[in-house]
C-alpha cells in the first residue's frame, strides 16, 4: 500500500503547473526553485489526497506533498543564475538584456526557462521554434552602448533597466555601401539608405514587437532591392531568416519556411543542406549535387544581374522554381537534422 501511495504521490508531482515555470525575469527565474517547492507541495497533497483510497487520503496528501515539493524543487533548479547570463528570452521569444560583463557571462535563459550554457546564437521563429544561427559565433551578437550583449538577430529587445529599444542592429551600411560596425538603431529606405533613429515594425494583438520586412538588403557592398527578412552579423552579412512562405519540400524536415525571394532562398537552402551533411540527415551525394546545382543558379542570376541590374519579376518567377525543383529533389533521413529547442 505505501508503494502505491508513494506513486500516487509522484504521479501527483508530474501535474506540477506550467505557470510556475513561466518565466518573467530573469529574478523570478532564479528563484523558481523555492517557489516550485512550495507548489508541487502543495499540488501533491491535493492530487495524492484525492487519488489515494477513501482510507490513505491522509497518507496520500502527506506522501503527496513529498513528492511534489521533490519534483517542483528539481523542475526548478536550473544550472545557472542571472550572475552569469547574457539575458534570457521571456515567453514571446523576445531577448532580455543583462549587465553581466562578456568575461563573466556563460549561459543564458531561453523562453522555457531553461539555461543554456554558452552564448545565443540564432533566434525564435515561427510557432516558438528555435532556429539555429548561421552566423560565426563571434559575429552573432554586439555590445550596445551600455554593454549588454544583445543577439544580432534581435530586431529589438529589452535592457538590462527594461527599457524597450526598437530597430536594434549590430551596425549598418552607409550611402557608400560600407559597412559601419556598431550598436544601432534605424531602418533602410527602398533605396538602401540608413534612417537612424526611425524603427520599421509594430506591435501586435498580444503587444509583441513584429518587425517588418525591409524593402533589401546589403551584399558585397551592394543594395539589393526587394522585401526580405533578415539580419546583419556583426560584421555585416546578411543572414535570411525563415519567412512566411510555405515551402511544401521542407515540411516535416524541421523548417517549413523559406524566404520569399531567389537570392535569400537560395542562401537558406545551402545551409541547410550543408547542416544536413553535417548532421548526417543528407547524404553527401545528394548534397554535393544539390550544392552544384546552386552554384550553377547563382551564376546565372548573377550573370542576369550584371546585364540589366536586378531580376525582373518573370526571371526572379523562374530562379524560384528552379528553386523548388532543387528542393524538391532533396532525400532527407527523418527529422531532417534541423536542431530545434
Known sequence: MRKHLLAVGLAAATLFPSAVLAQQTCEQRATNRAVGTVAGAGLGALVGGAVAGRDDRTAGALIGAVGGAVAGNQLTKGHGDCSR??????????????????????????????????????????HGRWVAGQAEASRAAYRDSNGRYVPAAATGYYDSDGRWVAGAASGHYDRNGRWVAGPAVGRYDVDGRWIAGEAAG????????????????????????????????????????????????????????????????????????????????LSRQDGGQALRQLAVLRRDARALRGRQGSLSPRQERRMMARLDVISDGLQWSRGGGVRQR
Open 85 to 126: 547570463a547574457y539575458g534570457y528570452y521571456d515567453n514571446a521569444g523576445v531577448w532580455h538584456a543583462s549587465s553581466v560583463q562578456s568575461g563573466q557571462a556563460a549561459g543564458y535563459y531561453d523562453r522555457e526557462g531553461g539555461w543554456v550554457n554558452g552564448a545565443p546564437n540564432g533566434y525564435y521563429g515561427d
Open 202 to 281: 509594430r506591435r501586435d494583438a498580444k503587444g509583441v514587437w513584429v518587425a517588418d520586412a525591409q524593402p533589401g538588403y546589403y551584399a558585397n557592398g551592394r543594395w539589393v532591392r526587394g522585401e526580405a527578412r533578415g539580419y546583419y552579423d556583426g560584421a555585416g552579412r546578411w543572414q535570411p531568416v525563415a519567412d512566411v512562405r510555405d515551402n511544401r519540400a521542407d515540411r516535416g524536415h524541421g523548417v517549413d519556411r523559406a524566404p520569399t525571394n531567389s537570392t535569400d532562398r537560395r542562401q537558406w537552402l545551402e545551409a541547410r543542406i550543408e547542416r544536413g551533411m553535417n548532421t548526417g540527415a
